[in-house]
């Protein structure tokens, strides 16, 4: 928990042990660009005292720092090496030199280490002198929990703390990149798209090559295939000027998603396995060579990260940026998301009343593009049209997720967990008989509403 105080503010009293006092001077680095800041990563050398270490922060839940010995020379090899796909921005250089004098108390109850609350007076290097910037009030959990932090964030706003809007202490100093306008026509409106996908991309690469959290790679892989369905839905404007970028994005969201359905595979059945009761050996053992399946996907994917191709791919990327045309066609927004409409309604009308699995994996697919198409456009008819449409993809989604899953445990299965195997797989075909018979309401709200909108 971050709170705003002023200089007059003071610690209230808390039960606890004094922490010593502290300072220290952060030196944080970007690229040129500041690709670092607008993918909220924070690179900084620490310095206190005759110790000096590098800091990454990547963006993800919970924060989390990684630290690594270096000095003034540069970031280590190992942080740079996360950073790849900044790395073509230029070098990283200093934006920002802060230094913070800290002092505050670790809350104790009884043996347990509550929180550590502590006090940052910040000053900012300018002009070869540093001057007095802000004050932060900080409250981190140790071993307390999350009644702890309210409790605590009541005390200290009663003594006169109060809320601020998040902001870290780079980007108090440092205003937030701020990207050019678009421009209203639809070639804004697809630059802009594409940026976005571009900077989500960048955003969770370092996490992805890290590994951990495996949303880092769902983050990723969206990216590239919603870049990919934007570069489809205006190929009959662009004719083949993106065809390229968009085979090398299905290129690498091939590799992003082979390790995401495992992902999604070990998250659904981790959870389930202590249920099975006398077959949940057999169920761990199934784990297990999922798990084997998943180091050598991800080991895949980070050959594939690491290579040339990976980099002339964000280089392309660049450039297809800057040399799209300023597409400006009558039809507008509403032509492109139109004609994907049509694409998805004449997909509903050929699908069978009983489709195969694969044939509801082509309908996941065909509203996909249509609802990345009407992001294209606005107002209020299209926002309820890809709320639809996203419905839409969240049950045939699942559907396809389950189907995914009994063709993986099925090349898995062994004698020994063969019994697992049977009730993991027969849960997940009672799952998809529910989903089959939620999909037509679905598809039918989609579809009254594309016609409503088109």
């Known amino acids: 928990m971050k709170l705003d105080v002023d200089a007059s503010f003071r610690l209230p009293s808390l039960d ?18 500041r690709s670092l800041a607008r993918a909220g990563i924070m690179l900084r050398r620490r310095v206190e005292g005759s110790d000096s270490a590098w800091q990454l922060r990547l963006p993800r839940p919970g924060g989390g720092e990684l630290e690594a010995a270096g000095g003034a020379d540069g ?23 802060l230094r913070t004098h800290r002092a505050g108390i670790r809350v104790l ?84 798209l594409l940026r976005a996908q571009l900077h989500a991309l960048e955003a969770h690469d370092p996490g992805v090559r890290l590994g951990g959290d495996p949303e880092d790679v769902h983050q990723a892989r969206v990216a590239t295939r919603r870049a990919r369905a934007l570069i489809r839905a205006t190929r009959p404007l662009l004719g083949g000027r993106l065809e390229q970028l968009g085979e090398e994005l299905r290129w690498i969201s091939g ?27 057999g169920g761990r053992e199934l784990l297990e060579g999922l ?4 180091a050598a996907r991800r080991a895949a994917l980070l050959v594939a990260l690491r290579s040339e191709r990976y980099a002339r791919l964000l280089r392309a990327f660049d450039d297809a940026l800057v040399e799209l045309p300023d597409l400006d066609p009558k039809s507008g927004a509403a032509g492109v998301a139109a004609h994907a409409f049509e694409r998805l309604r004449n997909a509903a009308a050929g699908l069978p009343a009983d489709p195969t699995d694969a ?3 082509e309908l996941r697919r065909t509203a996909k593009r249509a609802r990345y198409a009407a992001e294209l456009g606005g107002g209020k008819k299209l926002k309820r049209y890809r709320s639809a449409l996203q419905e839409l993809q969240d049950v045939v989604g699942e559907h396809q997720d389950l189907v995914v899953a009994e063709a993986q445990l099925r090349a898995l299965v062994r004698p020994s967990s063969d019994a697992a195997a049977v009730r993991l797989i027969d849960r997940g ?10 999909y037509p309401a679905a598809l039918d709200r989609v579809l009254k509403l594309g016609k409503k909108a088109f």
Request: charged share 30%; with cysteine.
């Open 16 to 33: 606890g042990e004094l922490l010593p006092e502290r300072v220290f001077t952060s030196i944080y680095h970007d690229t040129p660009p």
């Open 255 to 281: 590799d992003l998603g082979a390790l995401r359905d495992l992902d999604v595979l070990l998250i659904e059945l981790t959870p389930q396995i202590e249920s099975l009761g006398a077959d949940a050996a």
């Open 429 to 438: 075909r009672q799952r998809r008989l529910e989903l089959r018979a939620a």
């Open 291 to 294: 798990g084997g399946e998943r």
């Open 109 to 192: 109850d009884n043996a347990c280490r509550v929180a550590d609350v502590t006090v940052d007076a910040v000053d900012v290097l300018a002009g070869g002198e540093f001057a007095p910037g802000f004050i932060e009030l900080e409250v981190e959990l140790l071993d307390g929990d999350e009644d702890d932090l309210e409790r605590l964030g009541r005390t200290l706003r009663a003594a006169g703390a109060h809320d601020g809007d998040g902001t870290s202490k780079l980007l108090r100093v440092l205003p937030a990149p701020v990207e050019a306008d678009a421009g209203p026509t639809l070639g804004g409106q697809l630059r802009r």
């Open 359 to 361: 044939e509801l994996h």
């Open 75 to 97: 970031p280590p090899r190992e942080l740079v090496e996360l950073l790849a796909a900044h790395v073509r921005h230029g070098p990283f250089e200093k934006i920002a030199t």
